[in-house]
C-alpha cells in the first residue's frame, strides 16, 4: 500500500511562492510517477505537474509552466512542488498522487494513490 502526505501549503501574496511537499511510503517507487493536482472551490480538479521517479522527467500544465517545479529526493521519498509568481487564480487544495507505472499522464483516473490534500490561498 502506498500512503502519500502533503504539507507546505499556507498564504501567500500575489507574486510570492510557496512549496509543497509529498511525503510517501510503501513500495519502491522506481517504477512510478508522481503527480500534483489542484481543485479550486466550484471547479473541477485539474492536472498540475508529475514527474517520473526513475528518469526525473517531468510534465507540467501549461497555466504553470515557468512558475512551478516539481523535484524528488529519493532518499527522502518525497516528491517537491516549487510555486513561484503565485496568483490568486492558484489558490486550492493541491493533492499528491502516484502510479504504478513510469509512463505520464494527465488524467486523475490513471492516479489510484492520493493525499488528503493542502490548502493553497494567495491573496491578491
Known amino acids: 500500500q502506498v500512503h502519500l502526505v502533503e504539507s507546505g501549503g499556507g498564504v501567500a501574496a500575489a507574486g510570492g511562492s510557496l512549496s509543497l511537499s509529498c511525503a510517501a511510503s510503501g513500495p519502491s517507487f522506481t517504477d512510478n510517477v508522481v503527480g500534483w493536482f489542484r481543485q479550486a472551490p466550484g471547479k473541477e480538479r485539474m492536472f498540475v505537474a508529475a514527474?517520473?521517479?526513475?528518469?526525473?522527467?517531468?510534465n507540467y500544465a501549461d497555466v504553470v509552466k515557468g512558475r512551478f517545479t516539481i523535484t524528488r529526493d529519493n532518499a527522502k521519498n518525497t516528491v517537491y512542488l516549487q510555486m513561484n509568481n503565485l496568483t490568486p487564480d492558484d489558490t486550492a487544495v493541491y493533492y499528491c498522487?502516484?502510479?504504478?507505472?513510469?509512463?505520464?499522464?494527465?488524467?486523475?483516473?490513471?492516479?489510484?494513490?492520493w493525499g488528503q490534500g493542502t490548502q493553497v490561498t494567495v491573496s491578491s
Open positions: 514527474i517520473n521517479w526513475a528518469g526525473a522527467s517531468v
Open positions: 498522487a502516484a502510479r504504478a507505472s513510469p509512463k505520464i499522464v494527465q488524467f486523475q483516473d490513471e492516479f489510484p494513490y
